[in-house]
């Protein structure tokens, strides 16, 4: 990471736009310079319907970002999630890496390269991350730099997009004059700021469930192995107890946010909640037992989803790191204990891991994707994309993308 550079993450999500611009002080900690929350409007699961608000939103979220800055930006991360998002695992391999010499960093490019996966020109890759080589039929080496070979293979996850829909979001993004340097996936993003060490390296499935998606990746050995974005999210909570207590949702959101819980049977059998007036109906009181119904509901589908993805994948069962949630949604009370007995498995609620610097208003599980982008962009500030504010097309099948960087690793691409 570069010291005294500007770095600016946009997570554009369903519920909220988050622009977050930092520096590497001197001592290496991140210097947060502005931060831009706004309501996100246009953007509705990962696509963009109204290209006027979105870009009215992003617009506003820069500009209450860069309002202490005294300075403009002009490039950004951006965080792209929906379910057009998909992922392949790919193999690439070389032989005889660089002649009878070591394996030197430029093998290891061409052996990333080598597992692209040739993709439709609907589609573009968005990542391609080493998961683990195989020199000389040596498995699970993490870092083949340095070894002598015959033969080195790499098994690669890759993660594609839609490519209509990622150009209309960096587009969105580049009519406000920003250029956008890079794109994460959002379930990479979060991970980012949230995973520890330890549970990428024992395999974890990781959720982060905000408003209008739930983002999913599961880490084994360290390593992404599976990417996903489901569509489905806490909006849908807030329209079924519309729906259910016959309040607007405004008030249903309210309602959700200050009494939902997901587990009916561990808030008071007699508490009663009261349910706002609307069309000339008086105000009322429900129970809150009945009222946490669609919630529990909603939730065990959502949980449901993700378990049915990771066994469609291969796993029967989660890793030994078991799950971590994340996402706005992820704050509605007993929700962990409600994936706890669904998976037999461990499941922590996370927030942004605590980097110095980092203001407490981000630290909570709302804002794991828009930090997680900030820190994407100071890992991976060296991949430009190919594009830019003028051009008129994304590259095809090109190797664009990103690639992720294990500590151990030292090759790039
Ligand atoms: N305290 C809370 N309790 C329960 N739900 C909450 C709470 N705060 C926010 N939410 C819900 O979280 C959701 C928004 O989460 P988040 O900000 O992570 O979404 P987003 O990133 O904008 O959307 P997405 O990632 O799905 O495109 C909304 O459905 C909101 O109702
Ligand atoms: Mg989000």
Known sequence: MDRDLFYTGIDLGTSKVCTIIARIGPEGEIKVLGIGIVPSQGVQKGRVDSPFDTQNAIKASLEEAQRYLGRGIT????????????????????????????????????????????????????????????????????NPVGLYADRVRVDSHVVLGDAPTL???????????????????????????????????????????????????????????????????????????????????????????????????????????????FQGQPPRTALRRHMCIPIRERLFETLKFALVRMQGAGLRQLPPGGMVITGGTAQIPGLQGMAEKMTGARVRIASPILIPGLPSELINPTYSASVGTLLWGMKHQGEKRPYGYSDKTLQKNKPLISVFRRKTQETTV
């Open 167 to 277: 150009k209309n979001l960096v587009r969105s993004v580049e009519d406000c004059k920003i250029s956008v340097r890079s794109l994460v996936v959002q379930p990479l993003a979060a991970a980012e700021a949230t995973l520890t060490e330890d549970e990428r390296e024992m395999g974890v499935m990781l959720l982060d469930i905000g408003g209008g998606t739930t983002d999913m990746v599961i880490f084994r050995s360290g390593s992404p192995w599976y990417t996903s974005v489901i569509p489905v999210g806490g909006n849908l909570i807030t329209r079924d107890l519309s729906a259910a207590l016959g309040v607007p949702s405004y008030a249903a959101e309210e309602l959700k946010i200050k009494w939902g819980h997901a587990i009916p049977d561990e808030v008071p059998s007699d508490q009663e909640v009261p349910i706002p007036g």
């Open 75 to 142: 490039s950004a991360y951006l965080s792209v999630t929906g379910d057009h998002i998909s992922c392949l695992n790919t193999t690439g391999s070389l032989d005889e890496p660089n002649g009878n010499g070591a394996i030197s960093s430029e093998d290891v490019q061409n052996l990333i390269q080598s597992s692209y996966p040739d993709v439709a020109d609907s589609k573009e890759v968005l990542h391609v991350i080493p998961m683990t080589y195989e020199v000389d039929g040596l498995t699970e080496v993490r």
